[in-house]
């Protein structure tokens, strides 16, 4: 028997009294009166940014104008034709290296935390994390309230992996100074689209 098995069957052993586990399917979570909103406040709260972008806006115009000294922009979505690198057509991750900005799409957003769930939608992953600058283009329609409700909506597709995602990567582990862009993306920017 190995020390884990050996010390989880003194655990067992020694306890007294056995409690059922509680229902969990009544648990609803928080709610707010205008989740769209509170995305857009938390977004802001964990550093990132929210912009509403109105149905006849181009959206390439937009992100030139939030990042113009960008050169490498990465995205296989369709419609980002400024795009210069397709994580689809890269022949292995680090070759993302150098990428300043980096377009994805998200299905849906969570109001209580400012996060985004982006499944893997591109054959090179890393664009959401290698890149100096994320966008995620996100629905205005699709913002949940809390991750109760998030977690009920996250499907994989062939790739099998998914992340949430909220505001540029940040640490404070350092000094306790608070660092942006320490394990990924400096900034995190949101386009909220009309479907």
Not at 14 to 38: A, C, E, F, K
Not at 64 to 70: K, M
């Amino acid at each position: 028997m190995s020390s884990k098995e050996d010390i989880l069957k003194r655990y067992r052993a020694n306890i007294r009294q056995r409690y059922d586990m509680p229902d969990l399917s009544d648990i609803r979570g928080i709610t707010y009166p205008d989740p769209l909103l509170q995305f857009m406040q938390m977004t802001k709260n964990v550093g990132g940014n929210a912009i509403e972008v109105s149905k006849d806006a181009d959206i390439n115009q937009l992100i030139r104008e939030l990042y113009p000294d960008a050169k490498e922009i990465a995205s296989n979505l369709p419609e980002i034709t400024i795009a210069t690198r397709n994580p689809d057509e890269v022949g292995r991750a680090r070759d993302l290296n150098g990428t300043d900005v980096g377009v994805v799409r998200g299905l849906f957003g969570v109001a209580e935390n400012g996060c985004v769930w982006i499944p893997q939608q591109m054959k090179e992953k890393a664009v959401c994390f290698i890149s100096e600058n994320l966008v995620i283009l996100l629905p205005k329609s699709q913002i949940v309230n809390n991750m109760h409700e998030a977690y009920r909506r996250i499907e994989f597709n062939d790739y099998g992996y998914g992340t949430f995602i909220s505001g540029p990567s940040k640490t404070a582990d350092i000094a306790q100074v608070l660092v942006m862009g320490a394990q990924a993306a400096r900034s995190a920017t949101v386009l909220l689209v009309d479907e």
